[in-house]
């Protein structure tokens, strides 16, 4: 955890600064035309009452902006220290922060805390376009699924007998979460419509190169993977089995178990629209996890980059 006693956890102009140097470490960048010759940016000094703090002027666009601009912070009334505070609090939460707990941190209304961590998870976000595949020649990534909460939109299947199933998989209608994870590497993971196998090959194609080992359990869904991947092995854990020499699934069931901790004793509840959000959470932080000699504080720096460029309205959350 960082010292929460530096002055950017308590002061807004420290604070800025620290956003400001994460975001312009060459200087300030105009987020309007993308201007970044210092000469032509101005800060401007002796503010009015209308001028924000930390405002500069670009010269080439005639327009005015701060730090926030073009960020999940942008138009937010919440300080910015509270807002730094609250990246590297959700950054050094191994399994979450609620809202409530947040909430009561840094002095906010729980609806503001709800909207912020929504925020925060969307900056941790990646775009698994642009981080291109997972794997490789050398690599094993292990594939998965597991359950969770209740899915809101789905109907309960029912037997070729026509009765519900009584599995607790199927009979709740459990929300569907299929993951990846490359050994010593990252995780990726997906809200799926129910384990099918086209959607699993679907996602299998396009996040794993076809020279990849590919580790998984003996679910029908992976059947013909060994048709595509340079090798398939399973571990059959009906009959027991859970480790075969270098044969397991072992490093996504431990993925899966901080998840589902975190869900369940931090969270507690996930509406259906929102979990995406919190797998990006948890994906995020599993990511760049201390085991990888990365710091909390690094960690929550990688977050704040990561709100550039991204907007979250709270419409968009599926509130209003």
């Not at 998984?216 to 020499?245: F, L, N």
């Amino acid at each position: 955890m960082a010292n929460l006693s530096h002055p950017m956890f308590h002061n807004d102009d420290a604070a800025r600064a620290h956003l400001e140097a994460i975001r312009w470490p060459h200087g300030p960048n105009c987020p309007h035309c993308g201007n970044a010759d210092q000469e032509t940016i101005a800060k401007v000094e002796g503010r009015k009452k209308s001028h924000r703090d930390g405002l500069y002027y670009c010269n080439a666009c005639k327009g005015t902006f701060t730090v926030t601009v073009g960020t999940v912070m942008e138009r937010s009334k919440v300080a910015l220290h509270k807002w730094v505070l609250a990246f590297h609090l959700y950054a050094a939460s191994k399994k979450g922060m609620s809202a409530h707990q947040l909430h009561r941190m840094i002095g906010v209304t729980y609806k503001t805390a709800w909207f912020m961590s929504h925020r925060i998870r969307e900056a941790m976000m990646e775009d698994v376009d642009s981080s291109g595949p997972i794997g490789g020649e050398t690599d094993i990534v292990e594939a998965d699924e597991t359950y969770i909460g209740k899915a809101e939109d789905q109907k309960a299947p029912v037997s070729r007998q026509g009765r519900p199933y009584k599995s607790k998989k199927f009979g709740t209608r459990k929300q569907t979460i299929f993951s990846l994870v490359k050994r010593g590497g990252s995780v990726r993971s997906f809200v799926v419509k129910g384990a099918t196998t086209k959607q699993i090959q679907d996602i299998l194609f396009r996040n794993v190169p076809r020279d990849t080992a590919l580790y998984t359990d003996e679910s029908r869904i992976y059947h013909d993977m060994r048709w595509h991947y340079a090798e398939h092995q399973t571990v059959k854990h009906s009959a027991g089995e859970y480790v075969r020499g270098n044969v397991h699934t072992n490093t996504i069931e431990n993925v899966f178990s901080v998840f589902k901790r975190g869900m369940r004793g931090v969270y507690q509840h996930c509406a259906e629209k929102h979990l995406h959000r919190y797998l990006a959470e948890f994906d995020f932080r599993y990511n760049r996890r201390s085991a990888l000699e990365i710091s909390d504080s690094q960690r929550a720096n990688d977050a704040i980059r990561g709100a550039i460029g991204k907007r979250l309205m709270y419409q968009q959350t599926g509130t209003a």
